[in-house]
């Protein structure tokens, strides 16, 4: 068996049932060994109250010594297992908390690897997701050991509650009734513990991420430079403090309960002690009965008002966890994220945007605003305009990331949304400013790009060939392990990349991909204007009959376009070649005079 996560209401009875399809025989074991032990517990009673009278039968000459024997082995055996059994118990118990965080990790990263990117850029579900990947199993380990414990208590406490029943029932009817407010009052409690680390948990990852930025080796160079060490400490303590004050609330409040808790019980103790010695001295009770039982009461009254009821809380705070989890597992998923680029190459004819309108979930301002435009295959496209214009919106739009669009998007005369996410894939290639710096070899950073032949020699081969035009064969060959160089910084031997040179990494994959239509969206903003512009002529050279949509803020590249769209107010506002639109005293020609020393006299910015 193992463990799905679904998209349903979760519910109590999902406490047990998760453990149990990550690791059936582990979690039959650990229910197993603490049901027993209950139950030991419960004959512990019977045998110890048994045990006392034969001694005092033995004492006064109405028993034999060895009718005590079979006893004294009872308690013996209950001895042994009430010391053993906790360690074998831990045995099954570690191997299920493996399979449980194992397989709930496995499951959340598959869930949130089929979000819809809308979903994935919102904050507050993003937090949601935060916080169940960090908490599921978590939750479901000390749920499981809870549940068990609770299960093992009221095996105890309803034994021992049988065993006063049969003696004195009106006693028995009394401590029922003790245990009815106990429940209500731990699960209110249990619910305003996670309801006050949930809300601590935010002040915690805020306060994780300003500690790697002051800890942190990518931040290093910066920390030493600008000297913001105290500056972020300050807002490093605010979040702490905020965490730790919320925290300490929480546990304050479960603490006193628990402690307050101690009074009451010694108190309630004694009073059915009391009662049961008024019934050994009218001579309803025998003394190995009311020795035994008088112990008892003490330990499951504990039971009641302490373990017990921190127990309860532990579930109470877990079910209210559920509500966390029946949200995420409930997130709408995007049909075909995980789906590979179909294997056929697609034809790219034609892209269209018909009066399109977006603005971003949740927001109020658009965007764009009833835009019209059309991209044909074969020519070089050029997006420019002011932050904020819309340019890399456009991009998200066109290849399928946003659905939430008025007006029409057509592929190739189709609606955009009626294509699968295996079609879309495999008709576009991506290269973004924030792309992706993998801690793997150069080549699988490379080869990434075409995912389906990446193993091939072929692939090999095409990889080297980029690499070469882009101008860094010689570097990257130079590595300690050539092509096989690890990036990053995780294994021993591993290098890191200039961003220069890591743009070129990111260049040559996306000219891995086979897809007719290449997005580059200012992915060489590490270099400087005149190297970017030699680089898009190289890339215009090798990417000759693709369709290629470039966006940048410097403008030089532009010059290479077929076509440069200007963009304002959320629409276009310009449009036509370099020399056409540098002919007109617009926007573009306003733009690109304010830049073009850095061409002409190679200036960088």
Not at 10 to 17: C, E, K, P, Q
Not at 202 to 208: A, C, I, L, N, V
Not at 377 to 392: D, I, L, P, R, S
Not at 563 to 570: A, E, H, P, S, T
């Amino acid at each position: 068996m193992s463990f799905h996560l679904k998209q349903k209401k979760y519910r109590w009875t999902d406490l047990v049932r998760i453990p149990f399809s990550c690791a059936p025989l582990c979690t039959s074991a650990v229910i197993g060994q603490k049901m027993l032990t209950g139950i030991v517990n419960v004959l512990w009673v019977l045998v110890e109250a048994q045990f006392i009278e034969t001694a005092l039968a033995c004492a006064a000459g109405r028993a034999q010594v060895k009718d005590a024997y079979p006893l004294l082995a009872a308690m013996l055996l209950i001895i042994v297992w009430k010391r053993m059994g906790w360690n074998l118990g831990r045995i099954p118990a570690e191997r299920l908390r493996i399979s449980v965080e194992y397989q709930t990790k496995l499951e959340v990263t598959k869930k949130r690897s089929k979000l819809k990117y809308s979903d994935v850029e919102n904050n507050k579900i993003w937090e949601l997701c935060q916080r169940v990947g960090k908490e599921m199993y978590r939750n479901l380990s000390r749920t499981l050991s809870s549940v068990c414990d609770f299960l093992m208590s009221m095996i105890r406490i309803f034994g021992v509650l049988l065993i006063i029943f049969a003696e004195n029932p009106v006693l028995g009817g009394i401590m029922i009734l003790i245990m009815v407010p106990l429940v209500a009052i731990s699960v209110k409690s249990g619910k305003h513990i996670y309801t006050a680390f949930q809300e601590a948990a935010e002040h915690e990852r805020r306060g994780e991420y300003l500690q790697n930025v002051l800890t942190g080796r990518d931040t290093a160079d910066e920390r030493t430079f600008f000297a913001y060490t105290e500056y972020v400490n300050e807002k490093w303590n605010v979040q702490r403090e905020k965490y730790r004050k919320i925290s300490v609330h929480a546990q304050t409040m479960q603490e006193l309960r628990t402690s307050g808790s101690g009074v009451i019980t010694n108190l309630i103790s004694t009073v059915i002690v009391l009662i049961l010695a008024w019934d050994l001295f009218n001579g309803r009770l025998g003394i190995g009965i009311f020795i035994a039982l008088s112990k008892a009461v003490y330990d499951i009254i504990n039971l009641m008002y302490n373990e017990l009821g921190y127990t309860i809380a532990n579930i109470s705070r877990s079910l209210s966890f559920f509500c966390d989890l029946t949200e995420f597992a409930n997130l709408p998923e995007a049909e075909g994220t995980n789906d590979l680029p179909e294997s056929e190459r697609p034809e790219f004819e034609s892209l269209e945007f018909r009066n399109v309108s977006f603005r971003y979930p949740g927001g109020e301002q658009y965007i764009l605003k009833n835009m019209n435009m059309t991209i044909r295959a074969g020519a070089h496209y050029a997006f420019v305009g002011e932050n904020g214009a819309g340019k890399t919106t456009i991009t998200k739009l066109l290849t399928g990331l946003y659905e939430g669009y008025e007006g029409s998007i057509l592929l190739n005369g189709r609606e955009l949304k009626s294509y699968k996410q295996a079609q879309l894939k495999a008709m576009y290639s991506n290269v973004y400013q924030d792309f992706a710096r993998y801690q793997d070899t150069i080549a699988n950073n490379i080869l990434l790009g075409d995912i389906r032949n990446m193993d091939t020699a072929e692939a090999g081969e095409r990889m080297e060939k980029h690499i070469a035009a882009l101008g860094v064969y010689e570097e990257l060959s130079a590595l300690p392990k050539g092509f096989k160089t690890p990036l990053g910084k995780l294994e021993d031997g591993s290098v890191d990349l200039s961003g220069g040179q890591w743009q070129k990494v990111v260049m040559a994959r996306s000219l891995m991909n086979p897809a007719p239509v290449q997005i580059l969206d200012e992915p060489t903003a590490a270099l400087d204007p005149v190297s970017e512009s030699e680089l898009y002529e190289e890339l215009g050279r090798i990417s000759k009959g693709k369709t290629t949509i470039f966006i940048s803020h410097r403008l030089g590249s532009t010059m290479l376009a077929d076509q440069i769209f200007v963009l304002k107010d959320g629409g276009i506002c310009e449009c036509g070649t370099h020399q056409e639109l540098m002919e007109t005293d617009g926007l573009y020609r306003q733009m690109y005079d304010s830049q073009k020393s850095w061409y002409s006299d190679g200036k960088k910015d």
